[in-house]
């Protein structure tokens, strides 16, 4: 597909995502097994809280706590002192084992990534891909001792091994259509293995195609290498296919049925695009 049409790649993903599954059918065999292999019971969620009211996060937090979750991300970047209160009263609502990631998705400058790490630094917080360019993450980096996640920054597995072997991410968001489908994702998440670096396999969004695909990707790395996952077709009101993750605890399994596992409601997604 690179031969013929350079980039791309969310319109790669799925093409590819659907090749791994005609291997998965054709071999009668789950794409996790394809992929290395099924690592433990479950794949352990985070759960997204988005930028709501000190309430409405207290609550989302209470209630999804309760459902078993051991990991979130907060979503912060409008308002840097806002956001350290939140992340100070989120944290103290959190069990001592349970992870915090906060995400300002780039937003921003070096100068206000650095006075929120200076004014959390005492709390165990993950920070993940605070300003947009790679070099200003490593800014940053230099200046705090918080756990680094890199996200938008890993475009592919070169991005990848100057972020990890650059010494500014002890973790990495792998998301298909981004790095290009599960091919390239599984590539950049055995380079993730063999470098120490723990991978959060993911998608930019997605229903229950994508997702089957996170939890095999996902289920198939060594839960030591595990950043939790998402179950994004659980954040959806509509449903495109029959099978897809199911969240017990907290925790997603890829499905056991040969490929993906899934079975894709054609009503819902009408007339095909693309056929081959
Ligand atoms: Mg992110």
């Known amino acids: 597909m690179d031969y013929h049409l350079k980039e791309h790649y969310d319109v790669k993903s799925p093409i590819d995502m659907a090749c791994w599954d005609i291997l998965g059918k ?3 065999l789950p794409l996790c097994t394809l992929l290395g292999g099924r690592y433990g019971e479950s794949v352990k969620l985070h759960y997204h809280v988005g930028q709501n009211t000190p309430e409405k996060t207290r609550e989302i937090v209470t209630r999804f706590k309760n459902e078993g979750f051991e990991c979130f991300q907060l979503k912060v970047g409008s308002n ?5 209160q939140r992340v100070r009263e989120i944290r103290k609502m959190l069990d001592p084992s ?3 990631m906060v995400d300002p998705n780039t937003a921003w400058l070096p100068h206000q990534a650095i006075r ?14 605070p300003c947009a360019s790679y070099e200003e993450n490593l800014h940053v980096r230099r200046y705090t001792n918080l756990p680094f996640i890199l996200d ?5 597995v070169v991005r990848l091994m100057q972020g990890g072997l650059g010494q500014v991410a002890q973790g990495v968001v792998l998301k298909m259509g981004r790095l290009g489908g599960v091919t390239k994702t599984k590539q950049a ?7 120490g670096i723990a991978a959060r ?25 595990r950043i939790p996952s998402i179950d994004l077709n659980n954040y959806n009101s509509v449903k495109i296919a029959e099978g897809g993750p199911v969240r017990v605890n907290g925790t997603i399994a890829a499905n056991k049925g ?6 894709p409601c054609m009503d819902v997604l009408g007339d095909p695009v693309l056929t081959m």
């Open 80 to 84: 840097p002192t806002q956001d350290i």
């Open 98 to 100: 349970n992870i915090l």
């Open 116 to 129: 929120f790490a200076n004014a959390v630094q005492d709390l165990d917080v993950y920070l993940e891909q």
């Open 26 to 28: 054709h071999s009668k």
């Open 152 to 156: 938008e920054s890993t475009v592919d």
């Open 201 to 225: 396999i993911e998608d930019p969004w997605g229903g229950e195609i994508a997702s089957a695909a996170i939890a095999h990707l996902a289920h198939s790395t060594p839960e030591k290498y």
């Open 258 to 263: 040969p490929g993906l596992g899934i079975t």
């Open 189 to 195: 998440r055995d380079l993730c293995v063999n470098l």
